[in-house]
């Protein structure tokens, strides 16, 4: 008994049930985790290209209740909170916010943020709550909370949509401090997607390559940020401020929904929702008449093609026809 007591104060090692498995068995259940990762994907895709799918997305998924203290919001819920609930499309807006020793003051200190990329609704520092929110989200920090979410799933695909108003080395910047992101982010024009064609979902599971970024400018590639004219089509944004301009028209007046190209398919976006985000708008717009909508002018529009990115406000909130956005962008996707 003195033997070990004298063993335990002198430090002896630890038993050998406390050391850290070997390489080998660590390497066996990361190869184990990703075939039953694969095998999600195949029962829940089959052999589906992830152009062949659909997602539902959010617009302006950071202007929420819970990430910051915003008083006028797109979404309820957070952003981990979405991805928890089944969103796989976030749009963010990416502004450049110049540190204010002013705001700071008079603030009395709540205001106190570095220079760097957030997500702000507009200026950065014009009007507390509508066009930015406090706490301030950083751009890196929420695509952390992506990346994130994609290790702890890694059946799932996810894609950023960014309305991009910072320079090429900001934004640069700002994803280079994202923790894992090389592990994740999905490149298209690496894939050879042009002239291969878009993976299948299994593929992109099995490679681990599960996010991919879109920006509304160019010039991005070499960060893994692809321009959206080039890989996408989209239709004009709004459904007006009557919630009543249902047609389902081209973004881009050089890009037609139906665009046709020898042995490339472009995702199409599709976003479905009005000029100033409220509940009651949501309510009415995000049911039945989202579900008729694709079916009369978006799919005839497009080609006879399903969207592939469904974006709405409140993605929670429907009207009583029975069809919410998660169910219609579900419909979608047992069409063959």
């Known amino acids: 008994m003195v033997f070990l007591l004298l063993l335990s104060l002198l430090g002896a090692p630890a038993l050998a049930s406390a050391a ?21 994907a195949r029962a829940r895709w089959g052999d589906r290209r992830l152009d062949e799918v659909s997602f539902l997305a959010t617009h302006n998924a950071f202007a929420n209740y819970e990430d910051a203290r915003w008083t006028s919001v797109a979404q309820s819920e957070s952003v981990r909170r979405q991805l928890d609930n089944g969103v796989r499309g976030l749009s963010l807006d990416v502004h450049w916010y110049e540190r204010s020793k002013w705001l700071c003051v008079i603030s009395f200190g709540s205001d106190c943020y570095p220079s760097d990329a957030y ?47 910072v320079s090429v080395q900001q934004l640069g910047n700002s ?79 050089d890009l037609p929904l139906d665009r046709q190209e020898p042995g490339f398919r472009r995702l199409f976006t599709m976003s479905h929702h009005r000029n100033v985000p409220t ?14 909508r694709i079916e009369r002018q978006c799919r005839p529009a497009a080609g006879g093609r399903d969207p592939n990115f469904v974006a709405v406000d409140f993605h929670r909130v429907s009207d009583r026809s029975g069809h919410t956005p998660a169910s219609v962008v579900a419909e979608l996707n047992t069409r063959d």
């Open 175 to 253: 994803l280079n401090r994202v923790r894992g992101l090389d592990q994740v982010l999905f490149r298209p024009d690496v894939w050879d997607v042009r002239q291969q064609g878009w993976p299948k979902m299994t593929d992109l599971v099995a490679s681990g390559k599960r996010l991919q970024i879109f920006s509304d400018e160019g010039g991005r590639e070499h960060l893994g940020v692809m321009y959206d004219k080039n890989w996408t089509v989209s239709n004009y944004w709004s459904l007006g401020d009557l919630g009543n301009d249902v047609s389902c028209v081209t973004r881009w007046s």
């Open 20 to 40: 850290p498995p070997p390489p080998s068995t660590i390497a066996t259940a990361a190869a184990a985790a990703k075939r039953a990762a694969v095998d999600q």
């Open 279 to 292: 509940l009651i708008n949501a309510a009415l717009d995000n049911g039945a008449k989202l579900r008729d």
């Open 119 to 165: 997500l702000c609704h507009g200026e950065c520092k014009t009007f507390a709550g509508v066009t930015y929110a406090l706490p301030r989200q950083s751009f890196h920090g929420t695509v952390q909370t992506v990346v994130d979410f994609l290790q702890q799933n890694p059946q799932e695909v996810v894609t950023l949509f960014l309305e991009d108003y």
